[in-house]
C-alpha cells in the first residue's frame, strides 16, 4: 500500500513544484543515513519514511515509530494508525476538568482510560494582558461526548503560525454521530433572549471574544478570571483591554448582578455568566436584577452529521491536496491529525524537533508526510514542545511518552486528541 501511494505523493510533488511550492520537495530518501538494521525489513525506502515494526497497542490501534531525511537533514517520528473500522475502536477529546487549565497529555490519557493520545490545538500560554494571567484556553472550538465546550476566538486574536488560505480558527478535526472522522468548521449558534428582543452571543468559553460581542461563561470554564476575553481586538491578539466592560450573572434565567468589569471565581452548575465588550457592553447595561432572560447556545458544523468530539486544528490537507499559503519556513517539531478519504482509517503523527537527532519539519513538509501515510485531509496541531504522543496498554496504569519533547519533559497543554477501546 504504501508504494501505491508513493505514486500519489509524487504527483503532487510535482504539482506543486509547478506553483513553486519548493519547500515541499524537501522530503527525499537518503538510505545511507538512515538505520536500516531496524526500518529496512518493514518499510519500501522508494517512499522516503522508513517505519519500525508495527506494535500493537490494542485490537484496531497500531503504534510505529518512523524516520526519513529532508534537505534540512534526518527527522524522526512517531504515529498511531486507527481503524475505525473496529467498532470498539473510537476518538475523544483529552482535557483537564476545565476549560481554563491545562494538563499533561500522559495525565489526561491514563485519568481517562484512552490508549493513545497526542497533544491537541494551540493555547492562550505565553502573554499577560492587564496583569491578568494567561488562560490556557485553547485557540478554536471544543466538543467532548457531544457536549459543546468551548468556541473559536477570532482569527486575528490565535497563536501559531500563519493560517493557510481558506481556513480560520473555527476549523476542527473531529469524529461524527457515523463513526466517522472528518475535518469541518464550527459556528456558533448563541442567542439572549429578553422582554426587548433577540440578541445574537458570539462567544463560548473563549479567552478573547469579538469586539462589541457577547460571550457566555458556565462552570466548564473554571475558575479563571473573565478579564482576557475583553482584551486584544479583531486586528490584533496584543491590543489594550477594552475600556468598555459588563459582565452579568444569569442564575435559573433571572439576572442576579450586573458588575462594569469581569470577574474570576467558580461558576456554578445552575448559572451562566455573560461578559460584554464595547457594544455588547452596552446591551447587558441595560438589564437589571430579577429580569428574566433566556440564554441558549450549541456549536453546529458546517456539514453533517453532527460531532461526538472535536477539537481546533488548521487544515494543511484538503481532498487529497496540500493547501496554498503554508509559507512558514520554520523547522519545529510539529504534530497532525490525519483522516483517509471514507474517515475510518485515522493518522496521529508526531515529528520530532529542534534536537541532535530530529531536526523537526515545516508545516508543507508535515502535510506531505501525512499525505504519505494515507491521509486525504489532515489538520496541523500546536508544536514546539508542546508536540507529544503517548500510549498505554489497556491495562497499563500510566501511559508511555513515545516521543522526544523538545523541552526535554512533557509539557502540560490544554487539550488533545485520545483513542479509546471498549472492552
Not at 117 to 136: C, K, L, Q, R, W
Not at 230 to 252: F, H, I, L, Q
Request: some cysteine; charged content about 20%; glycine content about 12%.
Amino acid at each position: 500500500m504504501i508504494s501505491r501511494r508513493n505514486a500519489r505523493k509524487k504527483a503532487s510533488w510535482i504539482a506543486l513544484v509547478a506553483l513553486g511550492a519548493a519547500l515541499v520537495s524537501a522530503i527525499n530518501v537518503n538510505a545511507d543515513a538512515l538505520p536500516q538494521a531496524a526500518y529496512a525489513a518493514v518499510s519500501d525506502p522508494a517512499d522516503g519514511v522508513w517505519f519500525s515494526a508495527p506494535e500493537t497497542i490494542a485490537p484496531g490501534v497500531i503504534y510505529r515509530s518512523f524516520q526519513l531525511t529532508t534537505s534540512h537533514g534526518s527527522a524522526s517520528g512517531h504515529l498511531v494508525n486507527v481503524d475505525l473500522r473496529n467498532p470498539k475502536v473510537s476518538l475523544e477529546l483529552l482535557h483537564p476538568d476545565a476549560v481554563a487549565k491545562k494538563d499533561r497529555i500522559s495525565q489526561m490519557v491514563g485519568r481517562q482510560g484512552a490508549v493513545a493520545g497526542v497533544n491537541g490545538d494551540f493555547f492562550n500560554v505565553s502573554e499577560t494582558h492587564a496583569g491578568v494571567a494567561p488562560t490556557n484556553s485553547a485557540v478554536g472550538p471544543e466538543i467532548t461526548g457531544g457536549k459543546s465546550l468551548k468556541f473559536a476566538v477570532p482569527n486575528k486574536q490565535r497563536f501559531g503560525p500563519k493560517l493557510p488560505d481558506g481556513t480560520s480558527t473555527r476549523d476542527v478535526f473531529g469524529l461524527g454521530v457515523d463513526g466517522r472522522a472528518r475535518v469541518s468548521s464550527l459556528a456558533l449558534n448563541g442567542e439572549l433572549k429578553t422582554k426587548d428582543g433577540r440578541i445574537a452571543i458570539n462567544g463560548l468559553n473563549q479567552y478573547a471574544l469579538p469586539q462589541g460581542g457577547i460571550g457566555v461563561y458556565n462552570h466548564d470554564w473554571g475558575t479563571a478570571s473573565r478579564v482576557r476575553p475583553t482584551c486584544g481586538s479583531d486586528a490584533s491578539r496584543s491590543a489594550p483591554c477594552s475600556a468598555e466592560t459588563k459582565e452579568v450573572t444569569v442564575r435559573n434565567s433571572v439576572v442576579t448582578s450586573v458588575y462594569s468589569q469581569p470577574g474570576a471565581g467558580a461558576i456554578p452548575n445552575d448559572t451562566v455568566v455573560l461578559v460584554g465588550r464595547e457594544q455588547g457592553a452596552a446591551i447587558l447595561g441595560q438589564l437589571q436584577p430579577g429580569d428574566k432572560v433566556k440564554v441558549s447556545y450549541r456549536l453546529v458544523a458546517e456539514d453533517h452529521p453532527r460531532f461526538l468530539f472535536a477539537v481546533g486544528g488548521f487544515p494543511i490537507l484538503r481532498d487529497g491536496q496540500l493547501l496554498a499559503g503554508m509559507d512558514d519556513p520554520a523547522l519545529a517539531p510539529r504534530t497532525s491529525a490525519g483522516v483517509s478519504a471514507d474517515g475510518k482509517q485515522v493518522y496521529l503523527a508526531v515529528v520530532d524537533g529542534r534536537t541532535a537527532n530530529s531536526v523537526g519539519m515545516t508545516v508543507s513538509e508535515l502535510a506531505v508526510l501525512m499525505q504519505t501515510f494515507g491521509a486525504a485531509n489532515a489538520v496541523n496541531l500546536d508544536g514546539g514542545g508542546s508536540s507529544t504522543l503517548v500510549t498505554r496498554q489497556p491495562k497499563a496504569p500510566a501511559a508511555t511518552i513515545r516521543n522526544a519533547p523538545s523541552d526535554g519533559s512533557e509539557r502540560a497543554v490544554a487539550n488533545g486528541i485520545g483513542v479509546f477501546v471498549r472492552d
